[in-house]
């Protein structure tokens, strides 16, 4: 029996920014692997590849990216080796996180890096800055409606005409059932990935820190803060990504 698939920690008693901060800290090595990606999602590095071929549709070299929650920057360095050197634009809650990724931007020949170690929901960039958002396994880390919302009518606003927004991340399904049926697919993968002790500690993890939404909410929020259309790129299990462009 796995754990259960929605999470029965209140938002008030969910990881502090510090606490979260503090184990992504510890943990850049897992997030460093670009051949892989991170091995706890679903498909990773198909991810990554799929995220890169569609943004290289659509940049070129020299086009501004911003990068939420980059990690070790796995997503920016996929992107520009179909792009070319961007003015990448790196935001991470780790420090830790963010110097590596600065040192592989940099070392990758970027034409520009900018670091930003802050909570993404405190950011301020001017609008129509960028010409394309991702996103990578960060947006579950929003809590209630509106610090979604929030987020979405930002990222929205700092987008050019005709910008993208990728995102990939963890996601929920509104139908218990099928909700249930796609978290235990999702601990055996786990378990064949580490053992039962391993699935029981990222859904420990998961439980305490993170706050995901379905694909549908976030879609249909994406039209509300304004997005003119938007594509599922990849859906596998309680993971996805999408591309939505202003």
């Known amino acids: ?17 510090e606490e979260i901060r503090t184990r992504f800290d ?20 198909l991810v990554l590849e799929l995220i890169a071929k569609v943004a290289g ?42 110097t590596r990724a600065l040192d592989r931007a940099a070392a990758a020949d ?3 890096v900018h670091p930003t170690q802050t909570d993404l929901r ?17 947006l579950h880390h929003l809590r209630d409606d509106a ?16 910008g993208r ?14 909700q249930k049926i796609m978290w235990d697919r999702y601990g055996d993968y786990l378990t064949g990935l580490g053992g039962p002790d391993y699935r029981d500690k990222v859904f420990a993890y998961i ?11 976030q879609l249909n929020l994406c039209r509300e803060v304004g997005f003119r259309s938007w594509e599922v790129l990849h859906r596998n299990s309680v993971f996805a990504c999408y591309v939505a462009e202003g």
Request: charged share 20%; with cysteine; aromatic share 6%.
């Open 57 to 98: 549709s659509h940049l070129q070299t020299g086009s501004s990216l911003l990068d939420l929650g980059c990690g070790a920057g796995n997503m920016t360095l996929r992107i520009m080796q179909e792009t070319g050197p961007l003015h990448c634009h790196l935001v991470d809650l780790s420090q830790a996180m963010l």
């Open 1 to 17: 029996m796995h754990p259960p698939p929605s999470s029965p920690t209140p938002l008030a008693e969910k990881s502090t920014l």
């Open 165 to 178: 927004l990728y995102v990939a991340d963890l996601i929920t399904f509104d139908d218990p059932t099928i």
């Open 122 to 138: 405190t950011l301020e960039f001017e609008a129509s800055q960028f010409d394309a958002v991702v996103a990578g396994a960060v």
């Open 147 to 162: 610090d979604w919302e929030n987020v979405f009518r930002q990222i929205r606003r700092w987008l050019k005409p005709g």
């Open 207 to 217: 439980d305490k820190e993170d706050t995901p939404r379905s694909l549908p909410y």
């Open 110 to 112: 970027a034409a520009s």
């Open 26 to 45: 510890h943990d850049v090595e897992r997030f460093s692997k670009l051949e892989t990606g991170q091995q706890a999602t679903v498909d990773a590095p």
